[in-house]
């Protein structure tokens, strides 16, 4: 089974206070809580693609949380991902390491990047049937106004006419955010039906200063 996710971001104690504000008491019980929701669903032989923003922390540090992660793990590099800078990290618990891949999941490809591309290798493909066969998988924008603006670029897509005639244009781009999961990585499927419920609703908006919540931090 195949699972994904985006933007943990272990060791960040920040985002328990602004742009996420995620609640816990600190990055210590965060990356516990974390760890723990993780395993309660990836199991051993599962397969899960880490789309970016894994941890701030330390090489050592983010090395000795991987080891606690049930799974085989293929990692999308993301903008927050400094650990991967340092020379001292092994890698070798990643089966790869890549800033984009292409996949295919239960016949359906999937297009992985920690940034959201709007226009995706195989986004105008569908099956015989009419469904979509490419999904476009991304982190980075966590639950702010980018994801808002994201949401309403998809729509807009969905409501324009294909050159072809073919009826509309399909736009399948999923944010894979960790917050939205309950940090539980969730398969393609689950990704789907989360967002085809909840593609109209406007990203949240949380109790801290808007200034500090305006969009992702560099």
Not at 21 to 30: H, I, L, N, V
Not at 90 to 108: I, L, Q
Request: glycine content about 6%.
């Amino acid at each position: 089974m195949r699972r994904y996710i985006a933007d943990l971001h272990f060791f960040h104690e920040n985002l328990n206070d602004s742009m996420d504000c995620r609640g816990f008491a600190s990055a210590a019980e965060m990356n516990e809580y974390m760890i723990r929701q993780w395993n309660s669903k990836v199991r051993k032989n599962d397969e899960v693609v880490i789309l970016g923003d894994f941890s701030v922390g330390k090489a050592e540090d983010t090395k000795k949380v991987l080891d606690r992660l049930n799974g085989r793990l293929y990692f999308i590099s993301g903008n927050h991902d400094y650990f991967l800078h340092d020379r001292s990290f092994d890698t070798s618990r990643f089966c790869w390491v890549k800033p984009y891949a292409e996949m295919h999941d239960n016949g359906r490809k999937v297009i992985l990047s920690h940034y959201p591309i709007f226009c995706y290798n195989g986004q105008y493909r569908r099956t015989k049937k009419g469904d979509a066969r490419t999904y476009m998988l991304y982190g980075h924008v966590h639950d702010t106004v980018d994801e808002q603006l994201i949401r309403r670029f998809q729509q807009i897509t969905r409501e324009t006419d294909r050159a072809d005639g073919d009826g509309k244009i399909d736009c399948n781009m999923l944010n894979c955010f960790c917050k939205y999961s309950d940090y539980v990585p969730w398969t393609l499927d689950e990704w789907i039906a989360f967002h085809a419920k909840h593609q109209t609703t406007p990203a949240s908006r949380c109790a801290c200063e808007e200034s500090t919540c305006r969009g992702q931090e560099d």
